[in-house]
């Protein structure tokens, strides 16, 4: 067997026609359920907006929904998966620099937010490999 080759489980699984689907599911499912939740209620989402010094927060509200259900639907349609993953992407990284910029923050609190900021920057990472896949798809084809 070649070492470089994964094991035949895991070729399997990777394989299945559900598994491109389910780990496009699992990227933008807390945007998904995060713009579900801010449409169903909506002062709580502007609430929020204005927490983070967002004005005029409704806008910014509005724009949240709108992107992360724009985007989770489009990435997980496999529809123009290079622009929901950027719409994600950018809106992922405003969100990382606005609610956890670490570097003025002490302790506990700068611990935390030091997590959560490189946690988005995975997320990043994620969208940007799923746009490739979809782009490598494309050219094969398979898309």
Wanted: net charge positive.
């Amino acid at each position: 067997m070649d070492a470089s080759r994964a094991p035949r489980f895991v070729d399997a699984m990777l394989d299945w026609r559900w598994t491109w689907f389910l780990a496009r599911l699992a990227l933008v499912s807390a945007y998904l359920l995060g713009g579900v939740v801010k449409l169903g209620d909506w002062p709580s989402a502007v609430a929020e907006q204005a927490h983070f010094g967002m004005h005029p927060p409704a806008l910014w509200a509005a724009l949240t929904i709108a992107v992360e259900l724009i985007g989770s639907g489009l990435l997980l349609a496999g529809r123009r998966v290079w622009l929901a993953a950027g719409m994600l992407g950018v809106f992922t990284m405003l969100a990382a620099v606005t609610a956890n910029a670490f570097w003025t923050m002490h302790g506990q609190e700068r611990f935390m937010a030091t997590n959560a900021f490189f946690e988005h920057l995975g997320l990043i990472g994620g969208f940007v490999l799923a746009a490739l896949v979809a782009k490598h798809d494309r050219r094969r084809g398979v898309a």
